[in-house]
């Protein structure tokens, strides 16, 4: 299985991005992680199979918003609110088991990232 993410882009501090992540074949839990420069890959958001699930790491909620369309093998993240602390490249991953994508340890397929810059 392959993901493809897209949506990345510059934008101002309070506007918004939406990030897609298309998978090419059957996935589980899906996610979405991002690095920083300098710091280390970080959780940022993850919905389960059915959809009926959604995770987030709180410096993101209330803000961030995960969704999924399993016709399409796909799951999205709208980011609302950005500030310049959620600049990083994000990458898109998913599970190949039953458990949610809340942590690294179990991905089994991760997207090339995509660039999210927020300026102040």
């Known amino acids: 299985v392959q993901l493809q993410a897209s949506g990345g882009g510059l934008v101002q501090t309070g506007g918004s991005l939406r990030l897609s992540c298309a998978a090419s074949?059957?996935?589980?839990?899906m996610g979405w992680f991002r690095q920083a420069p300098g710091k280390e890959r970080e959780f940022v958001a993850a919905i389960s199979w059915s959809g009926g699930r959604t995770f987030y790491a709180d410096s993101v909620k209330g803000r961030f918003t995960i969704s999924r369309d399993n016709a399409k093998n796909a799951v999205s993240l709208q980011m609302n609110s950005l500030k310049p602390e959620d600049t990083a490249v994000y990458y898109c991953a998913a599970r190949t088991d039953s458990l949610v994508a809340t942590q690294e340890y179990g991905i089994g397929y991760w997207g090339k990232g995509t660039q999210v810059t927020v300026s102040s």
């Open positions: 074949g059957r996935t589980f839990s």
